[in-house]
């Protein structure tokens, strides 16, 4: 199988960075064109018109997943999950997380940064993989995350995440997005904060925003909280995608007027759950004919096996079917089973015995752990 990093050198000349330079205008041009004007109050979208982007999840969006999402259809971007900075210097050029296919969209890079050292490696290193774009991870609130001073703990340090901002921008001419969370958590001087660090993020020439509207505390238990978009994105300055709790079109319709300023919808546990929720999207609703589930589930494999090697394809197909077992009404059966599953033999065994069986398929997949 063919693959762009194993294949494509390309050489880190001023003519690249012109190309960069390029795609970063193009990018604010057509997000603000499509916008209406962003920053400037947008009266209200078609729902048709939002970037759909799918979430940077770890374990979740490498190379064959990304794969089975475009050929599905629907969804502008996809993030690959957050790359680690110096562990990227060892990453092999042709390692699921950082290949790409022939015919991918558009891939936003996610890097997971705690300082500005070695940030010229670490990006000359990504050119191969010609990313769309890249993205500096701002948001994740997990322990093992802040305690090396990455993610949420990123945003809550000013002059650290303005070193890594700087840093970025100047080797990094292309497309640079950040992706945050409210804050730490909501006690009094939160919207402070916030503000100062979106003043930062702009001041640093970030060309958009995507946002989890959530604070680190909350992980990801609380509901989201889309009513303060209309804040986020008159404040922000630069185009913001807005992310969490968002499974479909009927999320915007719900409360149009909440998302009517944002450029993009970027959608994590549902693009998992259900991996065509864009070409429904962007197909017609509920004419559009969802594909059948246990032929998306067998895809998913297949494009595992070709991308993984044969010892590496269990844990990405055994948290992929955890998570696609929430299509199921007893899904939580399915979930139970693959979850415990000693190895990719027994997993796959026992999935398609779950399958079947028909089971009856949920109307509407929680997003909650089982
Ligand atoms: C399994 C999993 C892995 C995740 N990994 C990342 C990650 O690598 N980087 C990141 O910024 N967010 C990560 N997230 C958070 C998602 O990008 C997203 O912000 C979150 O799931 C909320 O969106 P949703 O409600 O649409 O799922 C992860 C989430 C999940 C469920």
Redesign the pocket.
Known sequence: MADCCATIDVPLSAQKHEGEKRMAREMSSHESNSTGGVTQGCPGRAADKFVLAV???????HSAFRRLLTELGGCDQI????LAGTALLGERPDSPYLKRHPGDGKVIY?L?LRDANRIEPIVDRLRSCLPDGL?L?C??PAARVRRVGG?SDLFDDAPRLEAVLRELRRVWTGPLSV?VRLGRDSSDGWREAFLDRLRLIRDCGVNSL?I?L?FAADR?TRP?RHELLPWVCAEAGVPVTA?????GPETVAAHPERFAACAGL???????VRPWVFAAWRGGGADYAAPDLAGVWRRLVTLVREDFEPEKAFRPIR?FTC?YSRNFAFGNTLFGRVCYAPDLETLLARTEAFLAKNPAVADNPS?RDF
């Open positions: 979430a940077p999840m770890a374990g979740i969006t993030y690959t999950e957050m996610q997971l993205d991870n948001a994740c993610g992706k995507s989890n959530r990801l989201a992310n969490g709790d968002i499974t970027m959608l994590g546990r549902m693009a998992v948290l998570w997003m």
